[in-house]
């Protein structure tokens, strides 16, 4: 379950949500368009309140919203939720591909 300290980050929190592999699951079938809670949880072989769970943890993290009309209650992708994140992983690739950058110089340069 994520743990909303205040210390913990908006990354951290996205990162903990798409840590498990029905809430990823849930998120690849939002891709294709809002759904249901009871739609999401359908080929996860899950129950509803198992299913709420994890919709919440998505929802806390920000990658999802949901809204209730009547007895159902829709989920949606946030638009841009995941950019700090992966604005996160690309500073990261390029710091470690200019030190594998620098390594390769530096080996060539003494041969």
């Given at each position: 379950m994520v743990n909303n300290t205040a210390s913990e980050t908006r990354v951290?929190?996205?990162y903990a949500a798409l840590g498990d592999p029905a809430r990823r699951a849930m998120v690849e079938r939002l891709r294709r368009g809002p759904s249901s809670v009871?739609?999401?949880?359908a080929p996860l072989g899950m129950t509803l309140a198992g299913v709420g769970k994890h919709?919440?943890?998505l929802e806390a993290s920000g990658v999802i919203r949901t809204t209730k009309i009547g007895r159902v209650r829709s989920c949606e992708l946030v638009v841009g939720s995941l950019d700090e994140a992966a604005a996160w992983?690309?500073?990261t690739r390029a710091f470690w591909n200019a030190g594998v950058d620098r390594m390769i110089d530096h080996l060539t340069e003494s041969a």
């Amino acid at each position: 379950m994520v743990n909303n300290t205040a210390s913990e980050t908006r990354v951290e929190r996205v990162y903990a949500a798409l840590g498990d592999p029905a809430r990823r699951a849930m998120v690849e079938r939002l891709r294709r368009g809002p759904s249901s809670v009871s739609e999401l949880g359908a080929p996860l072989g899950m129950t509803l309140a198992g299913v709420g769970k994890h919709v919440a943890v998505l929802e806390a993290s920000g990658v999802i919203r949901t809204t209730k009309i009547g007895r159902v209650r829709s989920c949606e992708l946030v638009v841009g939720s995941l950019d700090e994140a992966a604005a996160w992983i690309d500073e990261t690739r390029a710091f470690w591909n200019a030190g594998v950058d620098r390594m390769i110089d530096h080996l060539t340069e003494s041969a």
